[in-house]
Structures are given as structure tokens and as C-alpha cells.
């Protein structure tokens, strides 16, 4: 199960619905999206943002080769970011990742888990 580290603004985001996705950039998420997709990691998210946590379903992932191709046709509304338009979505990215990360993004798109038994 991926864990993701995320702000407060982020985890409230999600508790409230606001937040419907989640986006990562590098190669090692690539590499995780597809141990997903392959069946060899459970499709749970794991959010974590100090000593609380939720847990959300993985029900389906999908992997562009730039921050800009991810965030096109309106899915950066769904990534609960303050931004208002698109030029302010890339940016608001890119600062999260302090223009370090560069190469393909990912999406993770999430919905309450159905099963309450996450145990094997």
C-alpha cells in the first residue's frame, strides 16, 4: 500500500471531498503505479499528515509524461489545490516539488474504500 505524506490543506481536502485524486511526478511513482496496475501492491492509499490517517481506494491510475500533460482538461480541479485556473495549477505543482522533480506524473484516482476489512 503507497503512503502518501501530504499537508494539512491536502488531508482536509479530502476528508471533505474536495480532493478526488492524488498526483505524483518521478520515475519511483511510475514504477509503483504499475506494481498496482500488475496486482503486486494493494490498491490502498494510505494518507498520512501527522498522527492521523485515512485510508482510500485505488481505482485507477493514470501515468502522463508531464506535469502540464496531468493537470490538462480540467483533472487538476479534482486535486484539491487552491488554484483557479490551470497556469495556476502548474505552478502550485511545482512549487510542492520545489522544481526538483521533473519527468512523467502520475495520477492516483481515489474513492472510499468498499471493504472495511483491509487485513492479508
Same mark, same amino acid.
Given at each position: 500500500m503507497p503512503v502518501f505524506y501530504v499537508k494539512r490543506?491536502?488531508?482536509? =481536502? *479530502?476528508?471533505?471531498?474536495?480532493k478526488k485524486a492524488e498526483m505524483r511526478v518521478g520515475e519511483i511513482w511510475v514504477k509503483l503505479a504499475e506494481k498496482i496496475r500488475n496486482g503486486k501492491i494493494?490498491?490502498?492509499?494510505?494518507?498520512?499528515?501527522?498522527d492521523k490517517v485515512i485510508l482510500r481506494e485505488?481505482?485507477?491510475i493514470e501515468i502522463y509524461p508531464s506535469i502540464r500533460? =496531468? *493537470?490538462a482538461s480540467g483533472r487538476w480541479k479534482l486535486l484539491g489545490l487552491k488554484a483557479k485556473t490551470y497556469p495556476e495549477a502548474v505552478e502550485e505543482i511545482r512549487k510542492l516539488y520545489?522544481?526538483?522533480?521533473?519527468?512523467?506524473?502520475?495520477?492516483?484516482w481515489l474513492r472510499r474504500p468498499k471493504k472495511t476489512d483491509f487485513s492479508t
Open positions: 490543506e491536502f488531508f482536509e =481536502a *479530502l476528508l471533505k471531498g474536495r494493494r490498491p490502498i492509499a494510505v494518507f498520512r499528515w501527522r485505488i481505482y485507477r500533460r =496531468a *493537470l520545489m522544481n526538483k522533480i521533473r519527468g512523467p506524473s502520475v495520477i492516483f
